[in-house]
């Protein structure tokens, strides 16, 4: 039978954030390095980020399920607008991501968030 020798101090995920195609996101407002080309989700698990929202009903916190768009757990604000899914959202320089607490509602003329994460 394998050992485990993960701490549970460790972060799940890593990688190598010192190269050339880093960039930097911000999640609450703390600087995050990220692989470039890599999602949103996949940078904040590397971070160590383990509650993405909160469900609207028992505010009940939620994480990163399927990591392919289908399940909507992992749904954050970026760039300040909100039901974004951190899974299909590939990171950008400076992007300011934030968890997303409850239920959210669309600016104004928006008619789904998605093509606009």
Not at 30 to 58: D, E, Q
Request: aromatic fraction near 6%; proline fraction near 9%; include cysteine.
């Amino acid at each position: 039978m394998p050992i485990d020798t993960h701490s549970q101090n460790d972060p799940l995920f890593s990688c190598d954030d010192t190269g050339p195609d880093v960039v930097t996101v911000y999640f609450e407002d703390l600087p995050i390095p990220a692989s470039a080309g890599s999602s949103v989700a996949a940078a904040l698990l590397v971070y160590g980020v383990v509650v993405f929202r909160s469900t609207p009903v028992s505010a009940a916190p939620r994480a990163p399920y399927c990591m392919m768009g289908v399940c909507f757990e992992c749904l954050v604000e970026i760039d300040g607008v909100p039901n974004c899914q951190a899974c299909l959202t590939a990171v950008r320089e400076g992007m300011q991501v934030r968890r997303q607490q409850g239920p959210a509602t669309l600016p104004s003329g928006v008619k789904g968030a998605g093509d606009v994460c």
